[in-house]
């Protein structure tokens, strides 16, 4: 199975601040057919369902706000939110789909000062 | 619109067969793959299977031994079944369509 690593576990920033937020994969993500890299994150707020922000590590879903930016390819990748507000509090999971059994990282929980 | 409804019963016994059912509307089962992840009490998200729109399945393989998905294309409904259950297994359990999550369904594990 395919391990997901992600750091920090939890991080505190202060409302308009970047942060960044890693995810790494335990073998390479990155299909080389379509050079797409089958990588997803999640938003999950307290007491919610989680939320699919961005698809294929950097496609951002509809009506996400740009401020949320994935990156990376391979096995290394990043979420960056650009400017942190107030309703992003949440735990923030990556998960790979490149092959089955599909598998999630433990998450970062982002806290606001 | 895209739904997907989890339902089931929110106490089983130690040793007992959880049975859940996500009962969808908005697309056709025929067309689109359906998840299923749980997610223990305060602990992150976990993966437990896939039923593929041409009806192929697959597991996690901690949980394999024990679980098994199907469907009732008919009835528009995706079935879990995981039996020998036990306190661990306690948490809230979703189906899902990307990017489409249902609201989940609390399970508690006790006698």
């Known amino acids: 199975d395919i391990v997901m690593t992600q750091t920090p576990s939890s991080q505190a920033v202060s409302a308009g601040e970047k942060v960044t937020m890693s995810c790494k994969s335990s073998q390479s993500l990155l299909y080389s057919e379509n050079k797409k890299n089958y990588l997803a994150w999640y938003q999950q707020k307290p007491g919610q369902s989680p939320k699919l922000l961005i698809s294929?590590?950097?496609t951002r879903e509809s009506g996400v706000p740009d401020r949320f930016i994935g990156s990376g390819s391979g096995t290394d990748f990043t979420l960056t939110i650009s400017s942190v507000q107030a309703e992003d509090l949440a735990v923030y999971y990556c998960e790979q789909y490149y092959d089955t059994p599909f598998t999630f990282g433990s998450g970062t929980k982002l806290e606001i000062k | 619109q895209v739904q997907l409804t989890e339902s089931g019963p929110g106490l089983v016994h130690p040793s007992e067969t959880l049975s859940l059912t996500c009962t969808v509307s908005g697309f056709s089962l025929t067309g689109y793959s359906v998840y299923w992840v749980r997610q223990p009490s305060g602990k992150g998200l976990e993966w437990m299977g896939r039923?593929?729109?041409?009806?192929?399945?697959s597991y996690n393989s901690a949980l394999k031994s024990r679980l098994s998905i199907s469907r009732d294309t008919s009835k528009n409904q995706v079935f879990l079944k995981m039996n020998s259950l036990q306190t661990d297994d306690t948490g809230t359990y979703y189906c899902?369509?990307?990017?489409?999550w249902g609201q989940g369904v609390m399970v508690t594990v006790s006698s």
């Open positions: 294929w590590a950097s």
């Open positions: 899902t369509r990307d990017p489409y």
């Open positions: 039923m593929r729109y041409n009806g192929d399945t």
